[in-house]
Nanobody, 114 residues
Framework: QVQLVESGGGLVQAGGSLRLSCAAS????????MGWFRQAPGKQRDLVAQ???????SYADSVKGRFTISRDNAKNTIYLQMNSLKLEDTAVYYC????????WGQGTQVTVSS
């Protein structure tokens, strides 16, 4: 089992920044990836960014150049630095851990206001 604890969501004005964190604990595999997904009301859950333990990174086109994912392997923690936030970034952000199984965090609300 893997447990994920997210933090860092909140309310921010458009153009502002937020930083999300997700700490994994439990049976952490040597080979795995972690990532951030988001789900707005009435919409499906979509990938925002993901990073493997070796550091390979991918982003959704909608956040490229604005969001940065990083990780601290010693802490089994990933981060999502979100800059130049837009109204359409408003969603519940979920952390996901993936090896042979998938684990999800509880989600953290990000609300961008005008």
């Amino acid at each position: 089992q893997v447990q994920l604890v997210e933090s860092g969501g909140g309310l921010v004005q458009a153009g502002g920044s937020l930083r999300l964190s997700c700490a994994a604990s439990g049976r952490i595999s040597r080979i795995h990836s972690m990532g951030w997904f988001r789900q707005a009301p009435g919409k499906q859950r979509d990938l925002v960014a993901q990073i493997t333990r070796s550091g390979s990174i991918s982003y959704a086109d909608s956040v490229k150049g604005r969001f940065t994912i990083s990780r601290d392997n010693a802490k089994n923690t990933i981060y999502l630095q979100m800059n130049s936030l837009k109204l359409e970034d408003t969603a519940v952000y979920y952390c996901r851990y993936s090896d042979n199984d998938l684990y999800w965090g509880q989600g953290t609300q990000v609300t961008v206001s005008s």
